[in-house]
Structure formats: C-alpha cells, structure tokens
C-alpha cells in the first residue's frame, strides 16, 4: 500500500468516525465480547506519521519495569483526565512521553475507538510531525523511541494473525514483525484498523 501523506489526509479527513461506534476488533479477534464496553476507561493515543520522503511511523517501547505492558511496542498515550477529550489527551501524553510538543502536530482525525483486554477503550489519534525533531524517551515509562515505515505497517500481506494463551484463556491476535520489536496486541490492532479505514 503506498503511504502519501495528502493520500492520508484526504482519506481520513472523508472518514466518518461514528462517536460511540463499536470497535471493529478488540485485542481477541475471534472473541470480543461487547458486554464489556460500558466499563471500559476512555484513553487515547497519538499515532505519530513522520512527515518524511518515505513516511514513517513513530513507535515507543516501553520501559521494561513497567507495571503493565512492560517492554511492549506501543504509541504513546494514556487514559484522558477529567475534563479531556481524546486529542488533548494523546498530545499532552505524546508530550509526556516523547517531548514531542503539541504545537508540532498536525491532527488529522481521531480514528475508530478499540478495546483492549485489560480494560480501556482507546481512541487512535492520527497526527503529521515533522521529521528530524529532538525527541526525547521520558525514562520512567519509555525505553526507546523507533520508526517504522508507513507504507510497511499498512501492507495487509504483512499482518500476522497468531494464538497464545493468556491467563488460562486462549486469545487470538494480530502481530507485525519488525527488527526493532514485534508490533503486537493492541497497537497492532489499531494499525489493522487504519488499514482497513484507508483502503475502504
């Protein structure tokens, strides 16, 4: 799939997100159970395209001592606070984590909300940076920061469905492959949404 950034713009800002739509896929393919959805915590996430020749994706792996999702692959981002809708949320996150400051983001559009198994209900934030910004891991939660190609992610061919058991419950879930760490679980749920919006 190739990844222009106006291609982006035009697509997502012609997509019409559905407020309190269910979520297409939750970190269980094959067994999302919507009665979970009214006690899920709202939080949003920043899913930062690097307005490079070649766009690429702003990932962040997360600090290894974390207490949840330790050492995971995710966009940066966090539960909205009192008062907070999902884009102020993602970018005042996106600060926290990257110092990415929000005046350098052109949002785009907040995308399809998606369930995750430990119990939020996140909102992706699709935004422009520019490239070569003086970004910096807050250490406490934010191992490293890495890139990945946009036009990558996107690549249907390149969307693995895998099964694991987890906490004595099998599960099934998408994962993408990278050298610098798999993409799995939820972040990679949201990428396949993405996905599936642009090439609807």
């Known amino acids: 799939m190739s990844a222009d950034l106006d291609w982006l713009r035009t697509r997502l800002r012609a997509y019409e997100r559905i407020p309190g739509h269910l ?3 939750g970190d269980d393919i094959d067994n999302f159970d919507t009665d979970l ?9 920043l ?3 690097i307005a490079r020749r070649e766009p690429t994706l702003l990932l962040t792996k997360r600090n290894a001592k974390m ?3 330790a050492g995971q692959v995710a966009f940066p981002g966090g539960r909205l606070d009192p008062g907070e809708d999902a884009v102020r949320a993602a970018l005042r996150e996106a600060e926290e984590e ?3 400051p929000p005046g350098d983001v052109e949002v785009i559009a907040p995308i399809d909300d998606y369930a995750t198994g430990t119990g ?5 934030v699709v935004g422009i940076i520019p490239p070569d910004l003086a970004l910096t891991p807050h250490e406490a939660e934010v191992e490293s920061l890495f ?5 990558y992610v996107l690549d249907a061919s390149r969307h693995e469905r895998r099964t694991a058991e987890f906490k004595g419950r099998e599960r099934t879930f998408y994962v993408i492959p990278w050298r610098d760490g798999d993409i799995w679980g939820a972040t990679a749920g949201m990428v396949v949404n993405l996905a599936r919006i642009l090439t609807r």
């Open 147 to 151: 890139e990945v190609p946009l036009a």
């Open 120 to 124: 939020f209900r996140v909102t992706p």
């Open 37 to 45: 959805l009214g006690a899920l915590t709202p939080a949003a996430v």
């Open 47 to 49: 899913v930062p395209v």
């Open 23 to 25: 979520p297409q896929f």
């Open 67 to 69: 207490r949840r999702h």
């Open 98 to 100: 990257t110092a990415l």
